[in-house]
């Protein structure tokens, strides 16, 4: 069994989005994904989805790109990003399907590690980042650091916690944050995000080893709409 990881599907069966309006890449992008991920992934293989998972306004909407993830292979984990709206009631969510595990305000397991995260926010001095934001922000960090708590008092430790969140752990100048100073205060080893589309902004989140930290962003167009093995 492996684990693998993909965020940012950006489904839309309920009301169309054409999502190569943003970028060529993106065009027909449903049928790469479900192509990929299924010569991918085996039916015994874990794959985390780290958020934007459907354009769904609400739960209504949304149950065709759910039923969509359903159908394909393996188990799935599934963290909240910011344009997921559907997502209101964590347990309904986990009322609907015995392959796939909303998380939040908690943590999963794989073999023997912890799958722990948020949604994360946008960090301060980010091109986009306002006042506003600041409030999510710090909810958004407590939240981390309490699944990561969570893990630790089940017994987990630094080596065998996997950190997850949609947006990047720093602003797009790769400055200092909250997050990141979690993931060192913990000693977290591995870290997933998403978030990040187009080649212009793939380099502004961090990749490979910072500061003991191996950091991977694993949005659906960085990897192609393949998802890629985390272990």
Not at 15 to 23: A, G, H, L, S
Not at 131 to 153: C, N, P, Q, T, W
Not at 206 to 218: E, K, N, P
Request: net charge negative; with cysteine.
């Amino acid at each position: 069994m492996s684990l693998f990881a993909m965020s940012d599907l950006h489904l839309s069966h309920f009301k169309p989005k054409p999502m190569e309006v943003f970028d060529n890449v993106w065009l027909e992008h449903t049928d790469k994904i479900y192509h990929n991920w299924n010569e991918t992934v085996s039916d015994e293989d874990t794959v985390i989805v780290n958020g934007d998972i459907s354009w769904g306004g609400n739960y209504e909407e949304a149950m065709p790109d759910l039923d969509f993830v359903h159908s394909l292979r393996g188990r799935k984990i599934l963290f909240c990003g910011n344009h997921d709206y559907f997502w209101n009631s964590t347990s309904r969510l986990n009322s609907l399907y015995e392959d796939m595990l909303f998380v939040k305000n908690s943590f999963a397991t794989y073999e023997d590690y912890a799958i722990c995260g948020t949604r994360g926010w946008l960090c301060p001095r980010d091109e986009y980042y306002t006042d506003h934001d600041y409030k999510i922000y710090k909810r958004e960090v407590g939240r981390l650091e309490r699944s990561l708590k969570m893990a630790f008092d089940k017994g987990y430790d630094s080596n065998s916690i996997i950190a997850v969140t949609h947006f990047p752990p720093t602003n797009d100048k790769k400055e200092n944050s909250d997050f990141v100073e979690i993931y060192k205060k913990y000693g977290i080893k591995r870290v997933i995000y998403g978030h990040l589309h187009g080649e212009n902004k793939y380099n502004t989140g961090f990749h490979g080893i910072v500061d003991g930290t191996d950091y991977t962003l694993v949005s659906a167009d960085y990897l192609k709409f393949r998802p890629i093995k985390i272990m």
